[in-house]
């Protein structure tokens, strides 16, 4: 069966009936920014937010985020909410507001410069500062304080997600200990010795053991994290359940493989205007009729931008029938910019795409183009669709929502998909020709590989790959994850303690 709108629809109104549904995320989905004197709205890019947009737009409810757009303020009512999407309103924007302070110890400092590298492998060493953690701990108190002003009182279903709010449900749980809480980690789980090196490890463990139903994409994080419970905490580890009882309390720990919503992008990419904008896309550019490779990512040092691009300058060396018959495209925005790490990762993929376009460009032909700049899902469909191949080469990535875009945006059936072993994606989507992103001489040759597959076999592999997102779509996750919150939902009484 494949779930749709409709499924979910049911599964929301048969396990959360009318208990008051609220999704809490740092980033929130809709963003409202000055451009001149007018108010603009765009969704952020951030695979989270994308992801739960649809879901939440079938469920309703609250989305309790920070508001970050410089006109966010502008648009909110007096309590601070926001209907979106703008055009067709589904449900509520509850916006929180962060002092510089906040921001900067919370979000740029513990949850970006601590546990951002202490989750991935990408040989980036955590900054562990104690004012950032004592920020990080009042920030999560403070979004507490805005859950439990929303919840008024009712029983509800609270959905944190991700890193920015590990203690964030046991700060719930104390005080109202009859709500349901779950949380989504979207990034990986590191294993235990690499975890224990965070100096606040085990508080962050029993913060995040407030939850009801702990989530990750792939059940090795879920291992990894109950090793760390094991190693660190005193509690009870059931492997049989996935669970962990500690205080009395219960904490399932379950992997739930996020994705996209298949039908939206499929229908997007059969646009009848879409071959029209691609060709307008090859002029602008100058790109005529080579082979196009693409990446679109956020610039973070968890992608492998530099290595792409390394295997890409290797790529022409070792098959020099390409030059002028092959160009890469690397698409996205800056990303957390204000953080150093971020900002020397910036410099180096700007270096790597001069020295290759040096080497090897030629009158009207460059290698490599750079576009940093944000792309909507609808932008985005024209490149996917000129794509001969889409690079994921991730270092390490939770799950990696640009592969499954990819393959549902070609409903024509053709593309390549180069994918990163690396990433949660590849343990579904092994139609991919997968790659070792470090591994530059075999990276370059995949290239090869990839631009040279005979059209039967990228057919072939791509149906495949198409199957299985169709099948394990976004509406299939947030239905699993919700069917699950009913059954580890807490049964304790209502405790009277005052907010
Ligand atoms: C990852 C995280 C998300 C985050 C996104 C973008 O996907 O899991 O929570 O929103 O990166 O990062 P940013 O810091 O810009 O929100």
């Known amino acids: 069966m494949v779930w749709n709108k409709k499924d979910l629809q049911e599964t929301v109104l048969s396990k959360i009936g009318s208990h008051k549904f609220i999704i809490v995320s740092n980033r929130e989905p809709y963003v409202h920014t000055f451009q001149g004197e007018e108010i603009h709205c765009e969704p952020p890019p951030s695979g989270m937010a994308i992801a739960l947009d649809p879901v939440m737009k079938v469920s309703g409810g609250i989305w309790v985020a920070h508001g970050a757009g410089d006109a ?27 002092t510089k ?50 919840l008024n009182g ?67 994080h879920c291992q990894n994290f109950l090793e760390a419970v094991d190693s660190m905490i005193e509690a009870k580890i059931d492997r049989e359940k996935s669970s962990v009882i500690r205080g009395g309390r219960e904490t399932f720990v379950k992997p739930f493989p996020i994705s996209v919503d298949f039908e939206e992008i499929n229908t997007l990419g059969q646009a009848s205007d879409l071959d029209e904008k691609v060709k307008k896309i090859r002029r602008e550019l100058g790109l005529k009729d080579r082979l196009i490779g693409i990446g679109i990512d956020r610039v973070d040092y968890i992608k492998g931008i530099p290595d792409r691009l390394r295997a890409v300058d290797l790529f022409f060396e070792k098959y020099p029938e390409y030059l002028g018959k092959f160009t890469f495209l690397q698409l996205g925005p800056l990303s957390r910019i204000h953080i150093q790490k971020y900002k020397e990762y910036n410099d180096e993929i700007n270096h790597i795409m001069v020295e290759t376009n040096l080497k090897y460009g030629f009158k009207d032909w460059k290698p490599i183009v750079l576009r940093k700049a944000y792309f909507n899902l609808k932008e985005e469909m024209v490149y996917y669709r000129l794509a001969n191949v889409c690079v994921v080469s991730s270092l390490h990535d939770g799950m990696n929502l640009v592969a499954k875009e990819f393959v549902a945006a070609r409903s024509d059936g053709d593309g390549v998909l180069i994918l990163s072993q690396f990433t949660g994606s590849a343990r579904e989507l092994t139609d991919a020709v997968l790659v070792n992103p470090y591994a530059t001489d075999d990276f370059a040759h995949a290239l090869k590989t990839a631009l040279e597959m005979p059209a039967e076999e990228r057919k072939t592999r791509m149906r495949k790959m198409r199957e299985v997102v169709q099948e394990n779509n976004i509406y299939k996750w947030a239905g699993k994850i919700i069917s699950e919150f009913k059954k580890v939902e807490p049964r304790q009484p209502a405790s009277s303690r005052p907010v």
């Open 72 to 98: 966010d303020r502008e648009v909110v009512d007096s309590s601070d909410h926001v209907k979106v999407p703008p055009d067709n309103p589904h449900y509520t924007l509850r916006r929180v507001w962060l």
């Open 101 to 150: 302070e906040e921001e900067e110890g919370y979000y740029y400092g513990f949850s970006n410069e601590a546990l951002w590298p202490l989750s991935h492998i990408a040989y980036s060493r955590p900054i562990f500062n104690e004012a950032q953690w004592q920020i990080y701990k009042r920030v999560n108190e403070k979004f507490a304080q805005v859950i439990l002003e929303e």
């Open 154 to 220: 009712d029983t509800g279903f609270v959905f944190i997600q991700d890193y920015h709010f590990a203690l964030l449900p046991r700060i719930l749980k104390e005080i109202r200990p009859d709500i349901m809480v779950a949380q989504f980690w979207h990034i990986p789980w590191p294993n235990p010795e690499v975890f224990k090196v965070c100096p606040w490890a085990e508080e962050i463990l029993d913060g995040l053991l407030g939850n009801d139903l702990l989530c990750f994409h792939i059940l090795y």
